[in-house]
């Protein structure tokens, strides 16, 4: 949309979306709950910073403010009306300053639905699922350095254990934003593509051996360049009470 000043309404909503850009350039993460509340993950994530979930029962004023606060940044309706407890709260800390500057909203479901774009998705073949992610934002000013894709990895390993579930299959998102879909795509692609990566090694890892038995046509087949996966969705009106 071009901007054309001297237009009462274009003026107006230039100003907002100036004043929403100057806030998120200042926005630098939410102060963090009490240590207390906080459970630390295995450190996986990019240098600086390190993954923690909120401890169920803990700090429930904090994590209804994050709750409110994320919400508010999307520009979102309401995730549910359930009680924060629902939910499990995973978070990225910046170890430079108390804050968490990454979050995800995490619940259990059961099914999911691929996507077929950004605003549509296939209700005539429902996936089984396992974590559905309800929220997810990072800070503006932590934007691009692998945040969401670590905290992520960390809810596969931390959200059914002693489980780890496979991001491919076992998560699903729902209410994205455009970036939010575009994130989880390429998100999803990446680890597509490093699956069939790691597939094709041991493939020829066991032709080595002498015990493969996929010829050359499969080995330069489409393993090589998977195609683009979009995300599963779910129905909030699907999640069981």
């Not at 309404?9 to 230039?14: G, Q």
């Not at 350095?145 to 059914?160: D, E, I, K, Y």
Request: charged share 25%; aromatic share 6%; proline share 8%.
């Amino acid at each position: 949309m071009m901007y054309t000043p001297g237009m009462p309404e274009e003026d107006a909503l230039h100003a907002r979306r100036h004043a929403k850009r100057v806030a998120e350039a200042k926005l630098d993460g939410l102060p963090l709950p009490p240590a207390a509340a906080l459970e630390l993950l295995p450190p996986s994530s990019p240098a600086g910073v390190r993954c923690a979930r909120l401890r169920r029962g803990k700090a429930p004023a904090w994590a209804a403010k994050a709750m409110a606060f994320v919400d508010a940044q999307l520009q979102a309706v309401r995730a549910s009306p359930r009680p924060v407890d629902h939910y499990q709260l995973f978070l990225v800390t910046d170890e430079s300053k108390p804050r968490a500057v990454a979050l995800a909203l995490v619940e259990r479901i059961a099914t999911g639905y691929r996507a077929t774009d950004a605003s549509h998705y296939d209700l005539a073949a429902p996936r089984r699922v396992v974590a559905g992610i309800s929220r997810m934002w990072t800070s503006p000013s932590h934007r691009r350095r692998g945040l969401m894709a670590a905290l992520l990895s960390a809810v596969c390993t931390n959200f059914a254990a002693p489980a780890v579930l496979d991001p491919l299959t076992d998560l699903a998102f729902t209410q994205l934003t455009t970036s939010g879909f575009a994130f989880a795509s390429a998100y999803l692609t990446a680890l597509a593509a490093r699956k069939a990566w790691e597939a094709e090694l041991e493939a020829a890892r066991r032709g080595d051996d002498g015990g493969s038995e996929s010829g050359d046509d499969e080995a330069d087949g489409d393993s090589r360049s998977p195609p683009a996966a979009f995300p599963l969705v779910y129905r909030i009106e699907d999640v069981p009470v």
